[in-house]
C-alpha cells in the first residue's frame, strides 16, 4: 500500500498524463472508429448543439421519440420552467433544459469559464433581451436583467466513452461512425452504464411490462440506421433553428468555433464552447454544445470524466488487494495449530 | 388589412423575412406558435437583423428577440400610435413612396370629425345602435355622388352601407368607392389631406401616453421608433409580424390598421423583407376565408347577399363595387356569375341572373356565437362541428355547451373523442349539476374523420399559398374525409328530395353535384379543385381549365368556383402539387405550391419599384419596368398588369383596371392606393383610435370612451361582464389576464392532448404570474390557483415567473397573468384541466365579429376552486360582491356625462355638432 | 477542508444518474467476498487437515456464490439474456472481467462444495461419489487461487463510475473490500468451525477486521467531499453499526473467540453483519452522492477552477 | 446451424482474431446491428403532404409500407421549412397511428348515458332525414316585408381550419344549396 497508491491527487495524475491510461486506448478523438477496430471507417460525425439559438420548442424531443419508438416519460407538471421531462433518460434521448435566469450570464457560478476577461467585471450588453420595468429604475431587487435559457442536451458520443467501456456483454460499441449505440438485442439491462456515464445520459428503461425495450440500458444512437444511409438523425433534422447541426466533427468543430467568435464580437462574452475539447475528460465529445453560461446551470457536469481513465490504477489496487488477501490467508493459516 | 391594402392575406411570405432589416413580432408569438417559419426570422438576425418582440409576456420569442418591451395586452394601438406620431412629427416617412402610392394627399370630407372633437367617437357615431353612418368619413368630392339606394331609406341604407363595408372581411379586395376622381394635394400640406388629418389624429399619441397606457418607458418607444425608421427606405425594410395577438380584441382590426399606416409610411409595403406578415394559426385557415366557411362571405370575399339591398344581382353587385371605381373589383359580376355557374351549372341561365335568387339571404349577425346564442333559445336543431371543440375554443365555453344540450342533433366529426363529443357525460356542468345526462336531449354522431395523410387536398398555408397533399394511405376505421362525408350526405339529400316540385328545393336539385369518384367511392379532391379554379363551358376551349381570373366571362361561358384561386389549375395541372426543390429556386421559390392570386407571393409589388418603375435600391430590387421589353420583369409574379408602364395615365373616364395608373400598386383598391385612412370599407372609425378592452382595470385616458363604441356586445343573463374601472365593484376583478398557445399543444387540444410525446412535454394547465402578484396574493409556485371572473371560476397550476411583470399603468400597478388555453375537462384525453376560454364572456369586435379572448380582467385566489354546486355559488358570491348587472360592462359610449341617464338623447348631442 | 457548498444546479437535479441496482448487488458484494474467503479457508483446512472449517468454507462457499449468483441475474433488467456476459472479455469492464473470474472460480468452489454435500448426503452416490472426491481438493485449491480475485474485483466494479462516492474511493474500496471479505468469511469460519479448528479463521476475521476499520478510516479522508454520504442517511447508520460490529467482533474473536465456542459464534456473526453492513453502507452511499448533484458539481468545479488558475493553488469558491 | 460459423461469430473470438481486440467495436457488432435499415429506406413509398397542425405550411414526407404510415418528417424539399417540423409536426405519425384515435363511428340516443356502435352509411341517413327535416320545419321563405329569405335557420356548422379547401369548398356549396346560413369556421375564433 504504497502512498503513491493511495495518493491524494490521483484524478489529476491520471487526467491526461499517466501512461498507463494510454493500455486502454484514450481514443484520438478523430478516430475512436479505428480504434474500435473499423478500418474503413467513414469521417466521425456528431451534433453540434448551440444553444444560443435554441428556441426551446422540443421538436427534437419528440422527433426523436418518433423515430425510435420510445415511450413517453410521464405525464407530470415539474414546475421547472417549460421543462417537463426533466432529464434525459432511458426514454427521453433529447431533454431541452430552461432556465430563468435574473442575473447576468457568468454571475451564477462566480466565474467565467474560459472567458479571458476578468470575472469581476460588471455586467455588459449581452445582446440578449434586456427585460426593464419601467419606471423602477434603481430597482434593486434584481429584475432588471432577465434572460431565458435553453438547450437541447443529447448523449455525448464521447471519445472516451465510460458507458461503452465498462459494458460487460459488448451491447455498447462503438459504431463506424465513431458514434456510441447500445445494441438491443444484446444488452441485458445489467445497468453499469448507468453508473458509469459521467453525463448522466445512459438510463435502463422502466415501463410496464411489454414496453418497448424495457429493463434495457437506452440513450441516443444518433440514429444509427439513418446514418448508415446518409440521413440526417431524426433530431437534426426536425430543429426549426437549426440549434441542433449534425455534420462530420471537423467541420462542426470549426464551425463551432467560428459561431463563439461572432458572439464574442457581437458582445456576447460569455459564448463558450462545451464538451468539444480533445483535452477534456472523456477526450471530446462527438456532440458538445456551444453555452451561455456554466455549465452546471444546465445540468451538465464541469469537468467530467471518463471513470476508466483511473481504471488501470484500479486494477492495480485489485490486484494487490487480492495478493493481499491470499496472503493473509496463507498467514492465517501458518500461524502455529492451536 | 383588407381596408388598408386592398387584399386580406399577408403580405409577403416567410423565407422573405430573411431579407428584412428589422422586424418586429408584435401581437404574435410566434416562436411558439409558428417554429419554422421563425427559422427565417433567425436567418434575418443571423444576418444581422434587428429582432423587435412586443407582447405582454416574456416567450420563447421574446427569449431570441434582441430587444423584449412588455406592453399591457390591449394597449397596442397606442404604441402603434406613437410610432406613428414619432414618423410624423419627426418627418421620417419615406416622402416619395408616400406621395404616390399611398392616400396620403387625399383630401377628407368636409364632414369628418375626429375623435378628439367629438369626445372620443368619430363623426356619424349612433348611440342608440352603437354603429357609426360612416358617410362622413368620405373622401372630398366623394358625396357629391349620392349613393344609387342610399337617398332616404334610413335603417337600409346603413345596412348597405355596412354590407359594402364587410367586404374588407379578411378579404380579397378593397373597400368600394362610388369613383376614382378625388381630390388630392400633393403637397401634403392642405388641413383636410389624409396626411394632415393623421398627423392631427394622432398628435396625442405621444411617449408619455404610452408610458401611462402601456407601462413602456419613453427610451423603449424611442428605441423602437428609431429602429423601425432606420431601417426603411430605399435601401433597407421592416417587416411587421402579428397574428390573434391583435385580431382577438374588440379592437383587432384596428390594431392591424395600425401597423399597416406604420407600413405604407415607411414604404415598407410591397418590398421584400418589409410588409405585413399576418400568422394565421391553422393549417389553412387562410384557406377557410378564401374558401370561406363563414356565414357572410362566398368564395373568394364575395359577400353573402343581405335580404332588401341585395335582392337581385344588379343590386348585389351594384354594393360590391361601383363601376366607376378603379381597380380589379370592379369584375366582381364576372367572379359572382362564374361563381354560380360553377353550382348550378346548367340552371344558372343569364335570364334568370344566373339562379343568384337560389342564394339565402342573411338579415344580420349570423356567426358562430350569434348561432350559440340561437341554440339557447331552441331555434336551432342540428349543428355540424368539423373538426373543431368549441367546448374547449370558443370564448365562454360554458355557454357553448349549454347551447349544444339544447340541440336536437349533434354531428362531430374529428381524430379524437373531444369534449365537445361527451360534453354531455362529462363536461364542467355535469359537475355542477346544471346538466343532467339523463335530461339531455341531444342526440350526437362522432365520426371519426380521415387525417391529411389519408385524403388528398390542398392548405392554403399563412401565405396564401395552396400546398396539395397527397393521400399515403386508407383512413382506419369507419374514418373518413369530410370531402366523403359530405359527398355522400349530399347525394343522400338530393335522393330524398327528387321529383320535390317544391321551389325551394331547386337549389339542392340543381346544384352541381357529380364528382368522379374512385374505388371507395370518394370523390376526387383533383375534380373539386378543378371546379373551384374554373373552366370554359363553351367555345373552342369547352372543358378546358381557365389559366387566370382574366379568362372569366360574365356570360356564362366559363364557370369558376372561386376566383381567386383561379390559375391553381393553370394548363389543366394542378399547380398546388408543384415542388420543385427549394434549393433548386430563388427564395421566392414560385415554383413550389401555388400563392393566390396568380401565384404572387408579394402583393402590391408594384410599390418595390419607384414611380418610374426602377428598383427603389439595388438591395431591394424586386420587381421593375423593363423598357425593353415593356413589361414587368423581377423576381415574382408582377401584381400589376404586367405590360402597363409606369407612365400609363387613364383617360377620362376609365374606369376598373383601366383606371389604375402605372404608378398605382394597389390594384384591388378603389383608388389604387395604400389607405392611411379608410374613407370606407370599416364600421369602427378610419383611423385606429385606442378603446380600452370590454373588460379592464383601466381608464382610457385618450378619450372620454372607455372601450370601442361599436364593440357588440350581449347583455344576457348568461353573458356577465366584469366592471371595468370606473364602474362599481370594478376592484374585485382587479388583474388582467391574456391567454395563448404553447408550442406543444393544438389549439383546444384535439390534436396534441391525445398524444402521449405531446401530453407529456406541456402535461397541465398552469397559470403564469409574477412574483409580485404571487407574493400579493399568497401563490405558490407549482401550487394551485383560481381564477374567476363573472362568468366562472377554473383553476390552474401555478408557474411563478419572471417572465412577467407588473406594469405600472393609470397610476397603478397593473398584474398580468398568462393562461394556456389548450386543456379542458373530460374522460377521454390523456391530459385535461380546466379550460381558459370559459373564463370570457361574449364579446365582438363589430367588423369581423371576432371574439375579445386575448384580455380581460380577473381576480386570483391561491388554492383549488370549489367543487360541484359549490362552484356556482362562489362565482355568483363574486358577482354579487362586485354589483354586476347586464347594464355592467355593456354601456357602449361610456363614460359620458350623465351617460347613466338619459344616455341616448345626450349621446346625440354631443355627436351632433 | 470541504468548502461551503454553494453551487449552481439545474433545479436539484442529479448531473450523474444513480446505478438502477437494488438491494441485490450489495447483498452480492458481501455473498462474493464471504464465498471468496470462504474458499481460502476451505482450501487452507483441507490442506492443513481441519475437516469441519474445510466442509464449512466449501459449502460456505458454494452457498453463498450460489446465492450471489442469484442476485446478480435478478438485478439484470432481461434475466433471460444472462448469458450474453460471455460475449466478450473486455478488460476495460469490470463486470466483464468479474464475470470472467467467477466463470474461472465457479466450477472450483462448485465440485469442491459438491463433493462436501455428497459426503453427507445418505445415500452413496457410486462412480460420481468417487470422482468428486477425487477432484475436490485441486478444485478446492482452484477455487481458492482465484477467490481473492472474486473479493476485491467488486471494489472496481463500483469504482469504476461517475458515482461520486464510489469513484473517490477508488484507492481504497478494493482493500475495504478484500479486508471486510475477510472479516467475513473468518468470522463464518468461527461461527461454523468448532474452536480447534477455528484458529486461521479467527485469524482472518481479527485482521480483516481490524484491516477494514482502518481502510475505512483512510478512505474517508481521502475522498473528500462526498465522504459526506458515509455519514448521512441510511448510509450512515449502516456504516456506523458496520464499525461497532466490526470492531466488537473483532474484540471478541481476539479475546474470547478461541476460548468459547458461543463468544466466537457470537463475534463470527457480529462480524459477518459488520461486513455486511460496510456493502450495503457503501453502496447506498453512492446511491445518495449521485443524487445529489452537489457531489459532482462542486469537487468538479473546484478542479476546474484550479486548472483555470493555472497553478495547484484552490481558489476559494466565490461566494454570489 | 454451421458451429464453425457460430464460433467464429462469437465476439470473444472475434476479439482475439480481429482489429479490435478490446471489445469495444467491431469485433462486439451484432449481426442485427450489421443490417440494420431505416424505414425511411424499408418504406414501400414516399408521398409528399403538408403538415396539418400550422399555417407555415411545412413540407411533410409520409412513409408508407404495407398499406401502414410508418414515419413522417420533414420535406428537406420545402423552400418554407427546408426539411424542419416543430413538436407537434414530429408527432405527426403518432396523430396518425395513436391507439387512442377513434377510428369507429359512435351514436348516442337523446338522454342516453352512453356511446353505442352503428354503420357509418345508417348515421349518415339518419342525418340525412334530420337535414331533410330540420330544414323543412325552420324554413324562412320570406321575411316580414315578404322580400325572399329562402333559408333555414336549423342547421348550424363550425368547421375547423384542418379542412382543406375542397372540402370547405363542397360544404359551403351544399349548406348555400340548402339554404343553411350559420356556416362558421375556427378563422372566427
Given amino acids: 500500500m504504497s502512498t503513491q497508491a493511495f495518493g491524494s491527487s490521483g484524478i489529476d495524475q491520471a487526467f491526461g498524463s499517466s501512461g498507463l491510461d494510454q493500455a486502454f486506448g484514450s481514443s484520438d478523438p478523430n478516430g475512436p472508429a479505428r480504434d474500435a477496430g473499423w478500418e474503413d471507417s467513414p469521417p466521425r460525425v456528431g451534433f453540434f448543439t448551440d444553444t444560443s439559438i435554441c428556441i426551446g420548442c422540443k421538436a427534437c424531443e419528440v422527433a426523436c421519440k418518433e423515430w425510435n419508438g420510445n415511450p413517453d416519460d410521464g405525464f407530470d407538471l415539474l414546475g421547472s420552467s417549460f421543462d417537463n421531462t426533466g432529464q434525459l433518460s432511458g426514454s427521453t434521448w433529447r431533454h431541452v433544459a430552461f432556465i430563468e435566469q435574473r442575473r447576468p450570464a457568468g454571475t451564477a457560478a462566480g466565474v467565467f469559464l474560459g472567458m479571458p476577461e476578468s470575472p469581476a467585471r460588471p455586467p455588459v450588453e449581452l445582446g440578449m433581451p434586456s427585460l426593464s420595468r419601467p419606471g423602477d429604475s434603481g430597482d434593486t431587487d434584481g429584475r432588471t436583467e432577465f434572460r431565458w435559457l435553453m438547450s437541447s442536451d443529447v448523449c455525448k458520443h464521447c471519445t472516451n466513452a465510460a458507458c461503452l467501456d465498462v459494458c460487460p456483454t459488448g451491447a455498447l460499441f462503438r459504431t463506424e461512425f465513431g458514434t456510441v449505440v447500445v445494441q438491443d438485442d444484446i444488452c441485458n439491462g445489467c445497468g453499469y452504464c448507468v453508473p458509469a456515464c459521467p453525463y448522466g445520459v445512459i438510463d435502463r428503461r422502466i415501463g410496464e411490462q411489454g414496453t418497448k425495450n424495457v429493463g434495457l440500458a437506452q440513450k441516443c444512437t444518433l440514429c444509427y440506421d439513418r446514418l448508415k444511409v446518409g440521413q440526417t438523425p431524426a433530431c437534426a433534422q426536425a430543429c426549426p433553428t437549426q440549434s441542433i447541426q449534425f455534420g462530420t466533427l471537423d467541420e462542426l468543430r470549426e464551425r463551432a468555433v467560428d459561431r463563439v467568435q461572432t458572439l464574442h464580437d457581437a458582445g456576447v462574452s460569455e459564448a463558450r464552447l462545451y464538451g468539444e475539447d480533445p483535452a477534456g475528460g472523456t477526450g471530446g465529445s462527438g456532440a458538445f454544445f456551444l453555452l451561455l453560461d456554466e455549465p452546471e446551470v444546465y445540468g451538465l457536469p464541469p469537468d467530467p470524466v471518463a471513470t476508466t481513465a483511473d481504471l488501470p490504477r484500479m486494477w492495480k489496487h485489485a490486484g494487490l488487494a487480492a495478493a493481499g488477501f491470499l496472503a493473509a490467508a496463507v498467514t492465517a493459516f501458518a500461524g502455529r495449530r492451536r | ?913 | ?320 | ?189
Fill in chain 4, 1 to 189: 446451424m454451421d458451429i464453425r460459423k457460430t464460433f467464429l461469430e462469437w465476439p470473444v473470438v472475434r476479439q482475439l482474431t480481429g482489429s479490435d481486440p478490446l471489445g469495444r467495436g467491431a469485433a462486439v457488432q451484432s449481426k442485427r446491428s450489421r443490417s440494420l435499415e431505416p424505414r425511411t429506406t424499408t418504406a414501400d413509398r414516399m408521398v409528399q403532404s403538408v403538415c396539418p397542425y400550422c399555417a407555415v405550411g411545412c413540407g411533410q414526407r409520409v412513409f408508407v409500407r404495407d398499406e401502414r404510415v410508418v414515419q413522417i418528417e420533414g420535406d428537406p424539399d420545402s423552400p418554407i421549412s427546408r426539411g424542419r417540423l416543430c413538436p407537434k409536426g414530429s408527432a405527426s405519425e403518432q396523430l396518425v397511428n395513436s391507439p387512442r384515435r377513434a377510428t369507429t363511428m359512435l351514436y348516442r340516443r337523446p338522454r342516453s348515458t352512453s356511446w353505442e356502435r352503428i354503420g357509418v352509411e345508417q348515421a349518415t341517413d339518419m342525418i340525412a332525414d334530420r337535414m331533410v327535416e330540420s330544414r323543412r320545419k325552420r324554413w324562412q321563405d320570406t321575411d316580414e316585408h315578404g322580400r325572399p329569405l329562402r333559408r333555414t335557420m336549423g342547421i348550424a356548422s363550425l368547421g375547423g381550419a384542418t379542412l382543406d379547401n375542397e372540402e370547405n369548398y363542397l360544404i359551403k356549396k351544399l349548406f348555400t344549396a340548402l339554404g343553411a346560413i350559420q356556416i362558421e369556421n375556427q378563422a372566427r375564433i
Fill in chain 3, 1 to 320: 477542508m470541504v468548502p461551503d457548498a454553494t453551487f449552481t444546479s439545474y433545479y436539484g437535479r442529479p448531473v450523474v444518474k444513480p446505478s438502477p441496482w437494488e438491494l441485490d448487488i450489495p447483498a452480492y458484494l458481501f455473498l462474493g467476498g464471504l464465498a471468496a474467503g470462504s474458499s481460502l479457508l476451505g482450501a487452507g483446512a483441507d490442506l492443513s487437515d481441519r475437516p469441519v472449517l474445510r466442509r464449512a468454507g466449501r459449502l460456505g462457499a458454494l452457498a453463498a456464490i450460489s446465492l450471489s449468483l442469484v442476485a446478480l441475474v435478478r438485478d439484470l433488467g432481461r434475466p433471460s439474456r444472462f448469458l450474453n456476459m460471455m460475449r466478450v472479455l473486455k478488460p476495460t469492464s469490470p463486470m466483464s472481467v468479474g464475470t470472467w473470474i467467477l466463470t474461472a472460480y465457479g466450477p472450483g468452489a462448485a465440485v469442491a462444495g459438491a463433493a462436501e454435500a455428497a459426503r453427507l448426503l445418505p445415500i452413496n452416490l457410486g462412480l460420481i461419489g468417487r470422482l468428486l472426491d477425487v477432484a475436490a481438493r485441486p478444485a478446492g485449491l482452484a477455487a481458492a487461487g482465484v477467490a481473492p480475485a472474486v473479493a476485491s474485483y467488486t471494489g472496481v466494479l463500483l469504482s469504476d463510475t461517475a458515482t461520486p462516492a464510489w469513484h473517490d474511493a477508488h484507492r481504497e474500496l478494493p482493500f475495504l473490500f478484500v479486508s471486510s471479505a475477510a472479516a467475513a468469511s473468518g468470522g463464518f469460519g468461527m461461527l461454523t468451525a468448532p474452536l480447534d479448528e477455528a484458529g486461521p479463521a479467527r485469524r482472518m476475521a481479527v485482521g480483516g477486521a481490524l484491516a477494514e476499520l482502518a481502510i475505512e478510516q483512510r478512505m474517508e479522508h481521502s475522498m473528500g467531499l462526498s465522504a459526506e454520504t458515509l455519514h448521512t442517511g441510511t448510509a450512515g447508520t449502516l456504516m456506523k453499526a458496520s464499525k461497532a460490529l466490526t470492531l466488537g467482533g473483532a474484540l471478541g474473536a481476539a479475546f474470547l473467540g478461541g476460548r468459547s465456542r458461543t463468544a466466537a459464534a457470537i463475534s463470527g456473526a457480529a462480524l459477518m453483519a459488520g461486513s455486511a453492513c460496510t456493502r450495503f453502507g457503501v453502496f447506498e452511499a453512492g446511491q445518495h452522492s449521485a443524487k445529489d448533484p452537489k457531489y459532482t458539481v462542486v469537487p468538479q468545479r473546484e478542479r476546474l477552477n484550479r486548472r483555470r488558475a493555472g497553478g495547484n493553488q484552490p481558489t476559494t469558491e466565490e461566494a454570489r
Fill in chain 2, 1 to 913: 388589412m383588407g381596408a388598408s391594402f386592398g387584399r386580406g392575406g399577408a403580405t409577403g411570405f416567410l423565407q422573405d423575412l430573411e431579407k428584412a432589416d428589422c422586424i418586429v413580432i408584435q401581437g404574435s408569438n410566434m416562436a411558439e406558435c409558428h417554429p419554422v417559419g421563425f427559422q427565417w426570422v433567425m436567418e434575418a438576425k443571423a444576418r444581422g437583423a434587428r429582432v423587435i418582440h412586443i407582447d405582454p409576456r416574456f416567450s420563447r420569442t421574446s427569449a431570441q428577440a434582441d430587444t423584449y418591451i412588455p406592453i399591457r395586452a390591449g394597449s397596442d394601438i397606442v404604441f402603434l400610435g406613437a410610432v406613428i406620431n414619432y414618423i410624423l412629427s419627426n418627418d421620417k416617412y419615406f416622402h416619395e413612396y408616400v406621395v404616390a402610392y399611398t392616400n396620403a394627399a387625399t383630401l377628407v370630407s368636409e364632414d369628418f370629425k375626429d375623435v378628439d372633437e367629438l369626445d372620443g367617437v368619430f363623426s356619424g357615431y349612433d348611440p342608440e345602435t352603437g354603429t357609426y353612418d360612416t358617410s362622413s368619413w368620405a373622401y372630398d368630392g366623394v358625396s357629391d355622388h349620392p349613393q344609387g339606394d342610399a337617398g332616404g331609406q334610413g335603417a337600409e341604407s346603413e345596412e348597405s352601407a355596412s354590407e359594402r363595408a364587410a367586404g374588407h372581411e379578411l378579404g380579397g379586395h378593397g373597400a368600394a368607392l362610388e369613383h376614382a376622381e378625388v381630390k388630392r394635394d400633393e403637397t401634403l400640406q392642405h388641413p383636410r389631406t389624409v396626411f394632415q388629418v393623421l398627423k392631427r389624429h394622432y398628435a396625442r399619441y405621444t411617449p408619455e401616453m404610452v408610458q401611462e397606457v402601456c407601462g413602456i418607458a419613453p427610451e423603449q418607444l424611442l428605441d423602437v421608433c428609431e429602429a423601425v425608421t432606420a431601417n426603411s427606405g430605399r435601401e433597407r425594410t421592416t417587416c411587421w409580424v402579428y397574428s390573434v395577438g391583435w385580431t382577438h380584441h374588440t379592437t383587432g382590426v384596428q390594431g392591424i390598421r395600425g401597423s399597416a399606416i406604420i407600413q405604407l409610411l415607411l414604404g415598407n409595403m410591397g418590398r421584400p423583407g418589409g410588409g405585413i406578415m399576418a400568422l394565421r394559426g391553422h393549417a389553412s385557415i387562410q384557406g377557410s376565408t378564401d374558401i370561406p366557411t363563414l356565414f357572410n362571405l362566398l368564395p373568394g370575399y364575395l359577400p353573402m347577399p343581405k335580404v332588401g339591398p341585395h335582392d337581385s344581382l344588379d343590386e348585389y353587385l351594384k354594393e360590391i363595387a361601383s363601376p366607376d371605381q378603379k381597380g380589379f373589383w370592379t369584375n366582381a359580376r364576372t367572379y359572382t356569375v362564374n361563381l354560380l355557374k360553377a353550382w348550378w351549372g346548367d340552371a344558372a341561365t343569364a335570364e334568370n341572373d344566373f339562379a343568384f335568387h337560389y342564394i339565402p339571404k342573411l338579415t344580420g349577425d349570423h356567426g358562430t356565437y350569434a348561432t350559440v346564442m340561437s341554440m339557447l333559445d331552441d331555434e336551432i336543431d342540428g349543428y355540424f362541428l368539423l373538426g373543431q371543440n368549441p367546448a374547449v375554443g370558443s370564448a365562454h365555453g360554458r355557454m357553448q355547451r349549454l347551447g349544444m344540450a339544447h340541440l336536437k342533433w349533434l354531428v362531430v366529426r374529428d381524430l379524437n373523442l373531444i369534449e365537445s363529443a361527451t360534453f354531455w357525460k362529462d363536461g364542467p356542468e355535469i359537475e355542477t349539476g346544471e346538466l343532467r345526462t339523463e335530461d339531455i336531449d341531444t342526440e350526437v354522431f362522432f365520426f371519426p374523420a380521415a387525417s391529411h395523410v389519408e385524403k388528398d387536398g390542398t392548405f392554403t398555408q399563412t401565405q396564401r399559398m395552396l400546398q396539395w397533399h397527397h393521400k399515403a394511405v386508407e383512413p382506419p376505421g369507419d374514418a373518413q374525409s369530410d370531402l366523403a362525408f359530405f359527398y355522400l350526405l349530399g347525394q343522400k339529400i338530393r335522393d330524398r328530395l327528387a321529383g320535390s316540385t317544391d321551389e325551394r328545393d331547386r337549389p339542392i336539385l340543381d346544384l352541381t353535384w357529380d364528382y368522379p369518384v374512385d374505388e371507395h367511392g370518394d370523390p376526387s379532391a383533383e375534380a373539386v379543385l378543378r371546379e373551384i379554379n374554373g373552366v370554359h363551358l363553351t367555345g373552342e376551349k369547352a372543358g378546358q381549365a381557365l389559366n387566370t381570373f382574366n379568362e372569366m366571362k360574365d356570360d356564362g361561358s366559363t364557370a369558376g368556383g372561386c376566383w381567386i384561386y383561379t390559375g391553381v389549375f393553370a394548363d389543366g395541372v394542378n399547380q398546388a402539387a408543384r415542388r420543385k426543390p427549394g434549393r433548386e429556386q430563388n427564395w421566392v421559390a414560385p415554383e413550389w405550391g401555388w400563392a393566390w392570386p396568380l401565384n404572387r407571393r408579394i402583393l402590391y409589388n408594384r410599390a418595390a419599384a419607384d414611380p418610374d418603375g426602377k428598383p427603389w435600391s439595388e438591395r431591394k430590387a424586386y420587381v421593375w419596368w423593363d423598357e425593353v421589353e415593356q413589361k414587368w420583369v423581377g423576381h415574382d409574379v408582377p401584381d400589376f398588369e404586367v405590360a402597363k408602364p409606369p407612365s400609363y395615365r387613364p383617360p377620362e373616364g376609365a374606369s376598373g383596371p383601366a383606371a389604375l395608373s402605372g404608378d398605382d400598386p394597389f390594384i384591388m383598391q378603389a383608388d389604387g392606393k395604400g389607405w392611411l385612412y379608410a374613407p370606407t370599407g370599416l364600421l369602427d372609425g378610419p383611423m385606429p383610435a385606442h378603446y380600452e378592452p370590454h373588460e379592464s382595470p383601466v381608464t382610457n385616458p385618450l378619450y372620454n370612451q372607455q372601450a370601442n363604441p361599436t364593440r357588440q356586445v350581449f347583455p344576457r343573463p348568461d353573458n356577465p361582464s366584469n366592471p371595468s374601472n370606473g364602474e362599481r365593484g370594478a376592484e374585485i376583478f382587479p388583474y388582467v389576464f391574456t391567454t395563448y398557445r404553447l408550442t406543444e399543444h393544438h389549439t383546444a387540444g384535439g390534436m396534441s392532448r391525445w398524444l402521449p410525446y405531446l401530453s407529456e412535454l406541456q402535461p397541465e394547465f398552469f397559470c403564469e404570474v409574477s412574483p409580485e402578484l404571487a407574493r400579493e396574493r399568497g401563490l405558490v409556485h407549482n401550487g394551485w390557483a383560481t381564477i374567476v371572473t363573472a362568468r366562472t371560476a377554473i383553476e390552474a397550476r401555478v408557474m411563478v415567473t419572471d417572465r412577467v411583470v407588473p406594469l405600472p399603468v393609470g397610476g397603478k400597478l397593473i398584474h398580468q397573468v398568462g393562461l394556456p388555453y389548450h386543456w379542458g375537462v373530460g374522460n377521454e384525453a390523456l391530459v385535461t384541466g380546466d379550460s381558459a376560454n370559459d373564463l370570457f364572456g361574449v364579446t365582438l369586435d363589430a367588423n369581423v365579429h371576432i371574439q375579445e379572448s386575448k384580455v380581460a380582467s380577473c381576480d386570483v385566489q391561491p388554492g383549488r376552486r370549489p367543487r360541484g354546486p359549490e362552484l356556482l355559488e362562489f362565482v355568483a358570491d363574486y358577482r354579487r360582491r362586485a354589483g354586476i348587472t347586464l347594464e355592467t360592462g355593456n354601456k357602449l359610449r361610456y363614460p359620458h356625462s350623465d351617460a347613466t341617464t338619459g344616455a341616448d338623447t345626450d349621446g346625440q348631442g354631443e355627436g351632433t355638432p
